[in-house]
């Protein structure tokens, strides 16, 4: 079992340590079943994006401009965040879903790790594609002359995305172990064995990099994107110039002087 709370070696630092004939308490069913629906709902949501999008590619063969459109890098953007919100529900809801309903964890060291690896993967992965998808939005509006919004460009973008993502999650998978508590020395739980500075400095880290600055990056983009946006805005709702010219007014002005 994955023990919430306090994550130290030093197990008897836990407020509520668990026993092995602890009666489970309301949340041994109310929690599952959230995280049931979290489940259905999330899986339902990204695979009707997914559908969507599908149908935008394979929907307009014939016509030039939706196949392009499909392929965009913007879809991709949504594609990529949609695939990492589905490998999350499927991989790592329902291991989480056991933490509250079995009294420990019965899938073993590999699981142990690969839960709690994926789960900072794919929340780097989101938090990364997001802040991509603001610098994409802003080279599209703001530097719409540019070339270097393209497709290829945005797949070496995602792969480095995944890159950095997998290599920051790699330290929360080393400190994942299988052990046994005091109060329930048969029983085995998935707990985090990191404690000192080096658990404090990943900690700091990975809230700087995967928080702070793409939330930096993001208002920066946004805030340069608003005034391009109200202006291209503004000139679509003003008037076309009319299309004669001053003589040409000059000579219907006459015309019609002769004939009144």
């Known amino acids: 079992m994955l023990l919430p709370g ?6 008897m630092e836990t407020n509520s340590p668990p026993t092995e004939h602890e009666p489970p308490g309301i949340e041994s069913v109310i929690v599952p079943v959230v995280f ?10 990204n695979c009707l994006v997914m559908v969507v999008i599908g149908k935008v590619r394979y929907g307009s063969r014939g016509r030039d401009t939706g196949g392009r459109k499909s392929r965009s890098p913007t879809n991709l953007f949504i594609l990529n965040l949609c695939a990492a919100d ?4 499927f ?25 709690h690896f994926f789960s900072t ?4 992965v989101s938090i990364f594609t997001l ?17 270097i919004r393209s497709r290829k460009n945005a797949l070496f973008g995602l792969c480095v995305i995944w890159t950095l993502s997998l290599l920051c999650s790699v330290p929360v998978a080393q400190h994942q172990v299988l052990t ?19 658990k404090h400095t990943y900690k700091v880290s990975v809230l700087l ?13 946004y805030i340069r994107v608003s005034p391009a946006k109200v202006t291209t805005s503004s000139r679509k709702t003003c008037p076309p110039p009319h299309p004669l010219s001053d003589k040409h007014y000059c000579f219907l002005f006459r015309l019609r002087d002769r004939v009144g």
Not at 92 to 109: D, K, M, N, Q, R
Not at 131 to 147: C, F, K, L, N, P
Not at 180 to 198: D, I, K, V
């Open 6 to 11: 306090n994550h130290s070696v030093q197990f």
């Open 86 to 89: 589905l490998l999350f529900l």
């Open 209 to 221: 990099l995967g928080f702070l600055l793409p939330l930096l990056l993001i208002s920066c983009c």
């Open 36 to 45: 049931g629906l979290i489940f259905v709902v999330g899986v339902i949501g």
């Open 121 to 124: 993967v794919s929340m780097l």
């Open 131 to 147: 802040a991509s998808m603001s610098v994409d939005r802003y080279i599209a509006v703001v530097r719409s002359g540019t070339s």
């Open 180 to 198: 046994n508590h005091p109060s329930a020395p048969n029983s085995t739980f998935c707990w985090e064995e990191w404690s000192g500075a080096s």
């Open 91 to 115: 991989f790592c809801v329902p291991l989480h879903a056991t933490i509250y309903s079995l009294p420990e964890w019965v899938f073993g060291a590999f699981l142990c790790k690969f839960a």
